[in-house]
Nanobody
Framework: QVPLVETGGGLVQPGGSLKLSCTGS????????MAWFRQAPGKERDIVAA????????YYADSVKGRFTISRDNAKKTVYLQMHSLKPEDTAVYYC??????????????????????WGQGTQVTVSS
């Protein structure tokens, strides 16, 4: 079991910023990819950003590219999502996710939610005036 704990959500006005954090456990011999997903009411859970263990490979959804930054600190077992220039369309529950390491390379990530094995509880981000 790999519990993930998310913090940092809240209410912010359009154009504002928030930073989400997700802390979990990574196995001694694992180099797992991690990601952030979000789900708005009535919509599917969609990829926001993903990052390999080494941070050498990073993915952003087109809708957040240039505004959001994903990063991780493996010593702290934490992944971050720095969000700038927030829009009302960013309003959603944000979930962090971790996939069991399949290769040990630390250089890959997934963009499909079904690839991830462990999930945070979700943190609400609301962008509104």
């Amino acid at each position: 079991q790999v519990p993930l704990v998310e913090t940092g959500g809240g209410l912010v006005q359009p154009g504002g910023s928030l930073k989400l954090s997700c802390t979990g456990s990574e196995g001694t011999f694992s180099r797992p990819p991690m990601a952030w997903f979000r789900q708005a009411p009535g919509k599917e859970r969609d990829i926001v950003a993903a990052i390999s263990w080494s941070s050498s490979s990073i993915y952003y959804a087109d809708s957040v590219k240039g505004r959001f930054t994903i990063s991780r600190d493996n010593a702290k077992k934490t992944v971050y999502l720095q969000m700038h220039s927030l829009k009302p369309e960013d309003t959603a529950v944000y979930y962090c996710a971790l996939a069991q390491d399949a290769y040990g390379s630390g250089t890959y990530y997934y963009t499909e939610s079904g690839r991830y094995d462990y999930w945070g509880q979700g943190t609400q981000v609301t962008v509104s005036s």
